[in-house]
């Protein structure tokens, strides 16, 4: 399908999603195409860089598995659910969700997005919820502009926040003595 054929007021199928292959990278959530923004900045990908490699790092010879994006998740796809998300890094657990091949199929044990001015409403607001709703457990705002991290912890179906500045290491949650940090993470941003 070509991608200019994608309207915002039509509904999709993961199968029609699946057809998308001219180089644009989309996300559906509840069906409705949402375009993702053009290659990521310095400070982004310097960003996402530093956190997959001390997540590698940490993970090397454990089950546990990090990927970064572009890597398909899908939430609910049990449900028939027709989201997929593009996260920007995420951890995965249980590596049944593995299985099919091409992508996660259930929800992440840990997300992490990493803010950009066209995502920042969307990463703060809708991600947040379809994460909260699908279980992800952890649930990370990078802001590269503030060099902060705004952490959410999953307990009884609500998140939990914790906010993190430039010089403090985060603990996270899902791993058990494994910390990122972040001096490290934000040491290459020119902003």
């Known amino acids: 399908m070509k991608m200019e054929a994608v309207r915002k007021d039509k509904r999709y199928t993961y199968a029609d999603y699946c057809t998308w292959n001219d180089g644009e990278r989309w996300e559906l959530i509840d069906g409705i195409a949402h375009a993702m923004s053009p290659g990521p900045s310095f400070e982004h990908q310097s960003v996402s860089g530093e956190i997959f490699s001390q997540l590698h790092a ?29 996260p920007d890094i995420l951890v995965v657990r249980d590596r049944a969700k593995l299985e099919g091949g091409n992508g996660v199929t259930g929800a992440p044990d840990l997300i992490i997005e990493i803010l950009s001015p066209s995502t920042a409403r969307h990463d703060r607001i809708t991600k947040f919820n379809l994460y909260r709703q699908a279980g992800v457990r952890e649930y990370w705002i990078v802001s590269p502009d503030d060099k ?17 500045e430039s010089s403090d290491s985060i603990p996270v949650q899902i791993l058990d003595g494994c910390t990122i940090t ?8 020119i902003i």
């Open 58 to 86: 940490y993970l090397r010879g454990k089950q546990c598995k990090v990927f970064s994006a572009p890597f398909d998740v899908r939430l609910n796809a049990e449900n028939g659910d027709d989201t997929v998300v593009q």
């Open 182 to 189: 972040l001096a490290e993470v934000f040491e290459n941003t």
């Open 148 to 164: 902060s991290v705004v952490a959410h912890t999953l307990q009884d179906g609500r998140y939990w926040t914790h906010n993190y």
